[in-house]
């Protein structure tokens, strides 16, 4: 049976939240760099204590975002049909990442660009391989090497190396155009050319 939350826990929750949510909106219209904590506590109207109790720093609130990302990815690749191949449930796992990565919107990915990238000497969330995108992306690959649908002429970690390469590559280009287009847009060819590439033939 599940606990039921004090009035207290379900407040902490909602500090939380607007905490979170409040950062995400400063940093999309301001730039993450040109924001403080003193800005995030005054746009949530709360206190600096409640934020560092919720979070040790502003790049935290962004691996609490790619974390949720991440519980996501897993839920997907989990509820994927049991009967596909490896190479339809890797076509299914990228289609689904590049259309989260659109519902989210580009200015949230640029967020997060900027600031694993201006971090240089902390170790980067998005790189992270415990990650699970990088679990459910290897899981696929071995499925789609065993079933033969997949190259086995190249390692899982080899294949998983330009899957990133490629998605990232079209994240970026759509994050620095100001997503003055649809990126999903791209996903038809961005798709076949990816599974072109990596198909047993």
């Known amino acids: ?40 506590c005054a746009k949530a109207n709360s206190s600096k204590g409640a934020f560092y109790f919720h979070f040790s720093s502003k790049h935290d609130i962004l691996v609490t975002q790619v974390s ?8 997907f690749y989990e509820n994927l049909e049991s009967g596909l191949t490896g190479k339809e449930k890797l076509k299914a796992f990228v289609e689904f990442i590049i259309q989260h990565i659109s519902n989210k919107g580009w200015d949230i990915e640029w967020v997060l660009y900027v600031a694993e990238l201006a971090g240089r000497h902390r170790p980067r969330y998005i790189t992270n391989k415990d990650r699970n995108f990088y679990i459910c992306l290897e899981r696929i690959i071995k499925e789609g090497q065993a079933d033969g649908t997949l190259r086995n002429d190249m390692s899982e970690k080899e294949i998983i190396e330009v899957l990133t390469s490629n998605i990232r590559g079209m994240i970026f280009n759509w994050v620095i155009s100001n997503g003055e287009y649809a990126i999903t847009d791209l996903t038809p060819f961005m798709v076949k050319f990816i599974i072109a590439g990596l198909e047993n033939k």
């Open 1 to 40: 049976m599940e606990k039921k939350l004090t009035p207290r826990q379900i407040k902490a929750q909602e500090t939380k939240q607007k905490l979170y949510d409040k950062a995400l909106e400063l940093f999309s219209k301001n730039g993450y760099c040109a924001v403080t904590i003193d800005d995030i």
């Open 68 to 75: 949720k990302t991440d519980i996501e990815y897993k839920n």
